[in-house]
């Protein structure tokens, strides 16, 4: 449904030419929600502005319903942009137009009658549970009552493709759960295809079948959404799976952290129990094998499209010369284990 | 005893002259400031030497003291109301002035406008005649009532100025009665009838402003 081949973006600024986009190559199937995630700079908004020509790639295709967008005409490509959705973090709802106006407003460029208009509007309102808001004004609106406006108004003119800038980016996590599940709503009810970016691991995790890492312009990775969590392949998806299962470190012992092995220091573990692996007796076998003291500083596991994973942050104390040992024994059992540093054994933890 | 009917006579000649002023004006202001909006580096309608020539026109005109240009249009104001005195006649000087005002008062209030609308309407397929009539104006609405409203209260002193060499209205009666027969009460109450004015004409323009503005409260 979207295909991006060999897409590269430069900006050229009085201080040199920034490369933000380098040989992207990105195939979206219909019906699906792919998510990029990528850290702030990484280029998302730069890419997903080339899939409608908000932003011209410097080079490279972009395919959206089997149609080339970069070599169509202005009115050609006016046309296209009409079914192709776009909603934004910050909303962008027109602040002079209520909310049912707000949402005409692509039927009225269109060309479409009023009574076209409403009955096109009014099932909106219904899905986007907006009906008692119709002659509400943005400012009266909360922010995910306005992104609901904002969803209701990239749908009106039926597009084949929705494309999601960082729209829960301004939310609260509780409102951005409602946002997410309406995005899985309507791509189930109007087989719509999606294509968000986002910062958060969480939108990924609830709402995406497929995801690619962006990095520093580039797409370093790119799996469907449970093989993803559970078998990643390079060290920034490892941290952002990390950083959205577990919480940081307590402060007690994040303060006192260090990066090698002294004397008198015992290790912080991080261990992915990535193929479903129960997570309880390895850890009591370990303990009762190797007599190590193990302190589990934290622990989650999560079930991402029925793939059961867990991570697991241990402090391990014992005879030193039985800490390696363990460490073979957890990954002879596809335990993978990180040492994540080391404490001075008189921190309390 | 006073004029009473003079001072009518030229209350209404003076509201004449602005209303009408800041019609021709804005109608030549608006799509001025827009076009000087929307030609700007990476705007809709980019063209970089379409633009200085706007602004330069607009820093020119604007530099240019009232009471001169009245003197210097004189040749226009003839061709166009056939005399160089009366209140159409002032309307001319009037309006020139305050044109490039609302220029620039329209391109201030297209500056507040979000460039995130703008990407929103392009990407719904706008043309850039329907993110200027759907987008621009009716988001910098309460911004351009505002600029027209300082622009009438400009007027409203400018037209006193042109009164004074033969244009009528307010402006003219004071100088005449007050000035050159030493009538004070004739003074005071022109100025008090120019201050009700003024009152009046922003308090208008603040409640439209605030009612286009949609802020909910
Ligand atoms: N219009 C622009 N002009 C110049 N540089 C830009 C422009 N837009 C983005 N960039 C640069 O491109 C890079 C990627 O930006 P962006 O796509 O906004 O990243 P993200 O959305 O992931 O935060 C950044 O280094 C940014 O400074
Ligand atoms: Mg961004």
């Known amino acids: ?349 | 005893m006073f004029p009473m009917t003079l001072l009518f006579n030229a209350t209404i000649e003076t509201v004449y002259m602005v209303i009408v002023a800041t019609i021709i004006a804005t109608l030549v202001g608006l799509p001025w400031g827009i076009v000087l909006y929307t030609s700007r580096r990476g705007n809709i309608l980019a063209h970089p030497l379409l633009y200085q020539v706007l602004a330069i026109i607009v820093n020119v005109t604007r530099s240019i003291p009232f009471i001169i240009l009245m003197i210097a249009v004189i040749p226009l104001t003839r061709i166009l109301v056939g005399s160089s005195i009366g209140t159409n006649a002032a309307i001319v000087p009037l309006s020139l002035c305050a044109m490039p005002f609302i220029a620039r008062v329209v391109e201030n209030a297209l500056l507040e406008v979000d460039s995130g609308l703008v990407e929103a309407a392009t990407s719904m397929g706008a043309t850039a005649w329907q993110i200027i009539c759907k987008v621009f104006i009716p988001e910098a609405l309460p911004g351009i009532i505002n600029g027209l409203t300082l622009t009438v209260v400009s007027l409203i002193g400018y037209s006193a100025m042109a009164g004074a060499v033969g244009g009528g209205g307010l402006g003219d009666l004071a100088i005449r009665y007050g000035y050159q027969r030493f009538d004070t009460s004739v003074m005071l109450i022109t100025i008090v009838i120019m201050i009700v004015l003024v009152q009046a004409v922003q308090l208008v323009g603040d409640k439209l402003a605030k009612w286009y503005a949609h802020t909910g409260q």
């Open chain 1, 1 to 349: 449904m979207i295909t991006l081949e060999h897409v590269h973006k430069n900006y050229t600024t009085s201080k040199g030419t920034i490369p933000a986009l380098r040989d992207i190559n990105i195939h979206v199937n219909p019906g699906e929600i792919f998510g990029i995630i990528g850290k702030s700079g990484a280029g998302k908004s730069s890419l997903i502005r080339c899939v409608n020509l908000l932003e011209r790639p410097s080079s490279g295709k972009i395919i959206v319903a089997n149609e080339e967008l970069t070599t169509l005409s202005a009115a050609k490509l006016r046309a296209a942009r009409r079914k192709i959705g776009m909603i934004f973090q910050h909303f962008n709802l027109l602040s002079s137009r209520n909310v049912y106006d707000n949402i005409a407003l692509p039927l009225e460029l269109a060309g479409h009658t009023h009574k076209q208009m409403e009955d096109t509007i009014m099932p909106l309102l219904e899905l986007t549970h907006l009906t008692d808001k119709k002659m509400a004004y943005p400012a009266q609106l909360s922010g995910g009552q306005k992104q609901r406006v904002a969803i209701a108004r990239a749908l009106a003119s039926k597009p084949h493709v929705l494309l999601s800038d960082e729209a829960t980016s301004a939310l609260d996590p509780e409102t951005t759960l409602t946002i997410l599940q309406l995005l899985k709503n309507i791509r189930d009810t109007l087989n719509l295809t999606i294509l968000l970016i986002t910062h958060e691991m969480s939108v990924i995790k609830s709402c995406c079948d497929r995801v690619a890492i962006l990095q520093e312009g580039e797409l370093i990775e790119e799996n469907e959404v449970g093989e993803f969590f559970t078998h990643p392949k390079t060290e920034v998806a490892k941290n952002f799976i990390a950083s959205s299962v577990l919480q940081h470190l307590p402060a007690a012992i994040e303060r006192h952290l260090l990066a090698l092995e002294q004397p008198d220091t015992h290790p912080i573990l991080r261990l992915w129990f990535l193929q479903g692996t129960a997570t309880q007796p390895i850890i009591s076998e370990i303990s009762r094998q190797f007599n190590l003291h193990i302190n589990i500083l934290q622990a989650n596991v999560e079930y991402i499209k029925n793939h059961a994973m867990g991570i697991m942050m241990i402090a391990l104390r014992g005879e030193n010369a039985k800490i390696q040992p363990a460490i073979q024994y957890l990954k002879e059992r596809s335990v993978q284990v990180e040492v994540v540093g080391y404490v001075p054994n008189d921190i309390a933890v």
